[in-house]
DNA sequence: TCAATAGTGTCTTTGAGACACTATCGC
DNA sequence: GCGATAGTGTCTCAAAGACACTATTGA
């Protein structure tokens, strides 16, 4: 907090920039939206918005996310939401300057997108598929995969490692899952994110190992198309933190 | 992003806060600064100050950083900042509405501070002071531990609990001492941070074991006043993690 | 009975925790 | 020699990696 009068210096325009995911048939995914307005119009960008002046980043971060997926914060298990870092580069928005707080989302099961008021259009995209495009602008990825607005493909890449990390060392995969959920269920949680598999063996020993992780109910699942045996069914534990971290496979 | 016109909305301030640390004495350390302009008048405060138009938050704080300490970002080993989070409460500031994104630096061996133009006084506080002040004001501390202006006790509370769980899988000790160092001067630095010493054996393995963690010299420092053996020096490796993690003591 | 998925058991290896022991310094 | 600090060795135990094996379902 600086001393120094306010009235000698510029304003900024605050926004929240979201990038909401998902697991969508198996696949780890973002919500993006087609911008309708310049700059960038046509082009596809994270859902974000102004921030108001009764309202704090957060607030208005669970607004945006509310106005583009219809995820409501209370009620039942409402997503998650929290913070991820601050953009500010003076040239990342051609109109003014603009400072965004990036936030990262999640929830299971979000409902298709409805685009905003100024946007074209809003869907899922396949993660992996944005960041080969970001990454390498000609790469192996279908020819519609787009690449992103302002400074989004930043922003995406931070907060993909943000997700990726967090899953080692704390319970945020539940967050991807519905209640009940089955044990594989939560597996190709890790699967999606990390494009891995952990060792079905070892993944089962750490979950049901850590405390309070998952609590079992008595009822089993119904099998998937393939068939099957049916799995036992589990709800979120209270567990925040898993301690050692459940590591990513050395590959 | 959003697509709305940015002339229906409010300007912001923008400033950044630094939680800026060392080791002294033993002791981990936070420099304050104490305000000599309303709001907070005579109060303690991390220091900071407005972001200017051409430059983003991390320059910015880069920018405060030297004018408070006389740490250059470049040169020799200028020492570590990084982001730390956003604070942007509708009345954090009294004055007007003010969005502060807050970083953490710290350095080896910073000089003591000298006050920028609108403060009066500035200088080293020990972290666990302020932190037992902040959790119970009437807390075992010296008398003249002081509270802390605006939301700064939220910062620093947030600003030590990232630095703490970062000793834990990064090589971020090595910014707390200065080249050469000796592996007890290292092991100091998580003494200091943790409040618990690692045992002295298990740290050397670890360190040692980590691939390019420290960088052994052929010379040996002095013994300190005490006496003793005299210890090898070594100097910073390019490792960034640490896998598996050095975890504090489970007490 | 077969394919597919869920779930169990166990051998091996890695590495942390604890702690005893040795080495080198100033005095 | 002694006290103090630096550094080594080693026993034990917790837990991950790898992978073979069994169980339950639908077709």
């Given at each position: 907090m600086s001393t120094n009068d306010s009235e000698t210096h510029p304003p900024f325009a605050v926004t929240v920039d979201l990038a909401v995911f998902t697991i969508r048939d198996g696949a780890f995914s973002v919500l993006l939206v087609e911008r309708?307005?310049?700059?960038?119009?046509g082009s596809w960008a994270l859902p974000g918005g102004f921030v108001e002046p009764d309202e704090d980043a957060e607030a208005a971060a669970w607004r945006e996310l509310h106005e583009e997926t219809?995820?409501?914060?209370?009620?039942?298990?409402g997503g998650h939401l929290e913070q991820l870092r601050t953009y500010s580069a003076p040239g990342r928005d051609p109109r003014m300057r603009v400072v965004s707080v990036a936030h990262v989302a999640f929830a299971p099961d979000l409902p298709e997108p409805h685009p905003g008021s100024d946007a074209a259009g809003a869907r899922w995209w396949a993660v992996d598929d944005l960041l080969v495009r970001t990454t390498d602008p000609e790469g192996e990825v279908a020819a519609d995969v787009p690449r992103l607005a302002f400074d989004h493909a930043e922003i995406l890449r931070d907060a993909v490692e943000r997700i990726r990390a967090k899953l080692e060392y704390t319970t945020l995969a539940l967050e991807f899952v519905a209640e009940p959920f089955t044990l594989p269920e939560l597996r190709r949680v890790y699967t999606a994110v990390w494009g891995t598999a952990p060792d079905l063996g070892n993944f089962r020993r750490k979950v049901l190992g850590t405390d309070d992780f998952v609590v079992p109910t008595e009822t089993h699942g119904t099998p998937s198309e393939a068939g099957g045996r049916r799995a036992l069914l589990y709800r979120r534990g209270a567990?925040?933190?898993?301690?050692p971290p459940m590591l990513r496979a050395t590959g």
């Open positions: 309708g307005v310049e700059p960038y119009a219809g995820v409501e914060r209370f009620g039942r298990h567990a925040a933190s898993i301690s």
